[in-house]
């Protein structure tokens, strides 16, 4: 892209200046995560052009986990329209953490936003589909059209977050109980958590966001994967949801829709031009990975990508 001939070495750069940054701790309260190396940590650019500029870690394999909810809602918004999620799930931050209960409380049973895990939750529960059996593999499928391959499950990840799921089956069971799910909540509990669990690297990730920030065509594969109009309602989402309680610092600091998973993921979309994936599983307070956050902020500063950005008009400089 015109202007990003730096990009190769700013992504080298970005990866440089995320090392420096070792505070954080690795999620445990799904076991299996805690043994993941701290260590790791991958940076991927991918442009709307179908570029790709990676540094460090970029290709290994991590949960997807909440990054799903972003794409699991476009696809969802693509099937049923705006209105209905918006409607059915809402928009609005709701300035707690992602697993919050309160926040379903203090609502009335309203969701809230599909980016934390009520609104999750209530968003899987639309995906089309007779069966459980069914949306997994619409989600399975879409998520991999959006990433340019098939993305596999990780059996691990999923039976360790199953076997201590019981905060998430009790956010289905109240999200039932006022109507805002109205399948079997444990069974939109199964097929969450296995969208959680699919397996995807920065590389994967960046892909996805690039794909968002092309009106919904791979840039890769060139598949429209789906509309203009649902990749802007996603990004909308995204920035005032993508990093829960930590959203307002995040576009303050990054000025980028983004959206962060507790394995250490992020995927960042600037829009009309590129997506970027970061991967190191050391996560602040909120479940947002610290390397990730200072690369992606590194490479928003460096590459001018903060959309609340203007310089004087020119016609106001002439004399
Ligand atoms: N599967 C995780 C959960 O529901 C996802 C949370 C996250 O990535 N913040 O707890």
């Not at 059996?155 to 109240?174: D, F, K």
């Amino acid at each position: 892209m015109q202007g990003w001939d730096k990009v190769e070495a700013l992504t080298a750069d970005a990866y440089a200046f995320g090392l420096g940054e070792t505070r954080g701790l690795v999620a445990d309260y799904i076991p299996i995560l805690a043994e993941t190396d701290p260590e790791l940590f991958g940076v991927c650019v991918a442009e709307v052009d179908g570029s790709i500029h990676s540094a460090g870690d970029a290709a290994v394999e991590f949960s997807i986990q909440s990054i799903s909810k972003a794409f699991v809602y476009a696809l969802v918004c693509e099937e049923l329209g705006h209105d209905l999620v918006k409607e059915h799930v809402g928009v609005n931050n709701t300035g707690l953490a992602f697993n919050s209960v309160m926040a379903i409380e203090l609502n009335y049973g309203h969701p809230m936003n599909p980016m934390v895990n009520a609104g999750a939750l209530a968003t899987t529960a639309l995906v089309p589909g007779g069966s459980p059996a069914e949306q997994w593999e619409l989600i399975r499928q879409g998520l991999s059209r959006f990433a340019g391959h098939p993305l596999e499950l990780d059996g691990e990840v999923y039976r360790s977050e199953m076997a201590t799921n019981q905060r998430n089956m009790a956010i289905a069971r109240l999200l039932e109980s006022y109507r805002r799910i109205e399948i079997d909540p444990l069974k939109v509990v199964d097929v969450y958590t296995k969208q959680c669990a699919l397996r995807v690297s920065a590389r994967d990730i960046a892909v996805m966001g690039a794909t968002l920030a092309d009106g919904g065509v791979n840039p890769i594969t060139g598949e429209q994967v789906v509309s203009a109009a649902v990749c802007r309602d996603t990004l909308s989402v995204l920035a005032a949801n993508g990093m829960y309680e930590r959203s307002g610092e995040w576009l303050f600091e990054i000025g980028l829709p983004g959206k962060s998973g507790v394995a250490g993921g992020i995927v960042t979309i600037s829009p009309g031009k590129a997506g970027i994936g970061v991967f190191s599983p050391r996560l602040d307070s909120a479940g947002n990975s610290v390397r990730g956050q200072a690369a992606t902020s590194f490479l928003s500063r460096s590459l001018g990508l903060n959309i609340f950005a203007s310089d004087v008009s020119p016609t106001r400089l002439e004399p």
